[in-house]
């Protein structure tokens, strides 16, 4: 069990992965509650353009994916309140999908990009630098006390954003910094689970946490710690079995839905034949009479 | 008991519309429409479906495009700074499978006071729960709001638009989808709420509940069609011109109702249908 800790790539993949899962659980708590989870996957893509375009420019990865991935959210954002024929599915269908065939593009007019483009799309977690390390850290910290500080705002905008700025909560800029978190997010996971599985991390934590509450603080902590669990454990179980650490995480995450799925459904189970037996036993304790009213 | 209309009282209104045209991206729903709302009135907003009532209200929150016309509302002109008032949606529009409690959506009204901290304060929280004792829901504070029935959802989203501590009190359709119980309750806590100095201003389909319970109405239809007290306002003509279909009035106990009418042509063919059978029997 300690074994692999003895290797610094290991604990280094094990921090960023525990922690790139349990943000994407936070993060994820938002996009679902909005009916957007498409978004973690169209984003994703997206900011695998702003990847290869940071590279081709020289430009810090970092910074150029994140300011692409946000510019991409809210150009989505503009198009679906301007103009609401087109929907907010076809929209980050469209933007994020060019965003992805720009880099792709890219990519093909060189040979040595690869390694790196298949990295960016599945993850390399034991690739996980200092520096990525520090991204990481730097991220979470930053949309851990945005979204305490805005906790009040967010909440409003997520249940009802228009009756939220009938308000005066400045759904916009909510909006606008939540994109930014978000894009942010999905740029420092890129490494951990590549652009084709990060949407999974986005969604299912919080869905599994949803299953099992029906309280909106206590499904933002359930769905950290889900996301942060099915990170920690699928990076141990992807260095025993030697498989894809994403999908390891994704495929631990899938079963933990599947099993809170079981536990809602036998939860409610129990709960309609207990209401069945409270309200069932006075009317078959008055059955009978009524039987004998009718059939003398 | 009913209160008299502060409408005819002078000073200053609470809400003016001055000539307004306003609509949605580049569509006017509303022409021409001017109206005056003093403090502490009453007032329904009463008309078709897409006649624009939730559109004035919606103008009056500075949420429409304004294309003409002035629009104040508690002395200031709009669009510019949003009016502190007190909004309470349809509640089809609300997404019951929000995890959210009772207590959580009444604090929503309070969402831009007090410390940037995710806790609400300890004078937020008395606040909620005095409102929520007063509308008789604090028991249900802990419940999902899905697990409540339409009269006490209404009264949720009522204590929200109340713990912002508004002037005015703006509400879309609060009587729709409730049986008739819960809908003299709500009219009887706006009446309430009205007395203790709130403006209310609402749109509803229930004409027959505006003219018991309220002391101001105003028809629209696209444009404003006619306004004034119950009594005065309903009448066939003016709510012909309102619906576009013809609408008896009747006078009961003091109040103006309006009457169902029957489909007449219908019958009278399935009567002389009947006749023209029982003839050819004979």
Redesign the interface.
């Known amino acids: 069990m300690f074994e692999p800790l003895e290797y610094e790539f290991f604990v280094r993949a094990l921090i960023a992965g525990t922690v790139t899962c349990g943000l994407c659980g936070l993060i994820g708590v938002y996009i679902v509650?909005r009916k957007m989870s498409y978004i973690g996957h169209g984003l994703s893509h997206a900011v695998f353009g702003g990847a290869v375009v940071s590279y081709v420019l020289n430009f810090n990865f970092y910074i150029g994916a994140s300011i692409w991935g946000f510019l991409s959210a809210m150009l989505i954002s503009l198009i679906t309140r301007r103009r609401?024929t087109i929907g907010a599915d076809a929209a980050i269908g469209i933007i994020t999908t060019a965003s992805f065939a720009l880099g792709v593009a890219l990519i093909s007019r060189s040979s040595g990009f690869t390694r790196s483009f298949e990295a960016a799309l599945f993850g390399n977690i034991l690739g996980v630098t200092e520096n990525d390390l520090k991204a990481i850290g730097a991220v979470t910290v930053v949309t851990v006390v945005l979204?305490?500080?805005a906790?009040?705002?967010l909440?409003?905008t997520?249940?009802?954003p228009?009756?939220?700025?009938?308000?005066?909560?400045p759904t916009e800029w909510i909006d606008a910094l939540f994109s930014l978190i978000l894009a942010a997010t999905i740029v420092v996971s890129i490494q951990v689970i590549g652009v084709t599985l990060i949407a999974a991390t986005i969604v299912i934590p919080p869905i599994i946490a949803?299953l099992l509450?029906?309280?909106?603080?206590?499904?933002m902590i359930l769905s950290t710690v889900v996301g942060a669990v099915s990170g920690f454990v699928g990076i141990y179980i992807s260095y025993y079995i030697d498989i894809a650490s994403g999908a390891s995480i994704v495929l631990l995450a899938a079963a933990g839905f599947v099993g809170a799925l079981a536990f809602a459904s036998i939860r409610d189970y129990v709960a309609t034949v207990r209401t069945h037996r409270t309200v069932g036993a006075p009317a078959r304790a008055a059955a009978p009479a009524v039987e004998h009213e009718l059939h003398p | 008991m009913l209160h008299l209309a502060p409408h005819d009282l002078a000073g200053a209104p609470i809400v003016e519309l001055k000539d307004v045209s306003c609509g949605y991206q580049g569509e006017v729903v509303l022409q021409d429409v001017s109206l005056r709302v003093m403090s502490e009135d009453f007032v329904g907003l009463l008309g078709p479906s897409g006649a624009g009532k939730s559109t004035l209200l919606r103008t009056m929150l500075g949420a429409t495009n304004i294309y003409a016309g002035e629009v104040w509302v508690e002395g200031r002109r709009l669009p510019g700074r949003r009016p502190r008032v007190g909004y309470v949606p349809q509640l089809e529009t609300v997404d019951w499978n929000f995890p959210t409690t009772v207590e959580e959506v009444v604090l929503m009204g309070r969402a831009m006071e007090g410390t940037l901290t995710p806790w609400t304060s300890r004078s937020d929280r008395a606040k909620a729960r005095e409102i929520m004792d007063r509308l008789g829901i604090l028991p249900l504070a802990k419940r999902h709001i899905r697990a409540l029935s339409g009269g006490q959802q209404q009264r949720v989203f009522l204590a929200r638009a109340l713990v912002s501590e508004p002037r005015i009190l703006l509400l879309d359709e609060p009587t729709s989808g409730v049986d008739i119980r819960t809908r003299d309750e709500i009219l009887h806590l706006l009446d309430e709420l009205n007395h203790q100095g709130i403006t209310v201003i609402m749109t509803t389909h229930e004409l027959n509940a505006v003219a018991a319970h309220l002391p101001w109405v105003v028809c629209v239809n696209r444009r404003l069609v006619a306004q004034g007290s119950p009594e005065d306002v309903f009448t066939p003509e003016i709510l012909k011109e309102t619906y576009g279909a013809e609408m008896p009035v009747v006078k009961y106990q003091g109040l103006t109702l309006v009457a169902e009418v029957p489909h007449l042509i219908g019958r009278k063919t399935a009567q002389r249908e009947d006749e023209d059978v029982r003839t050819a029997r004979v």
């Open positions: 509650l609401p979204v305490l500080i906790y009040k705002q909440l409003f997520t249940f009802d228009e009756v939220a700025r009938y308000y005066g909560v949803r509450t029906n309280s909106f603080h206590l499904m």
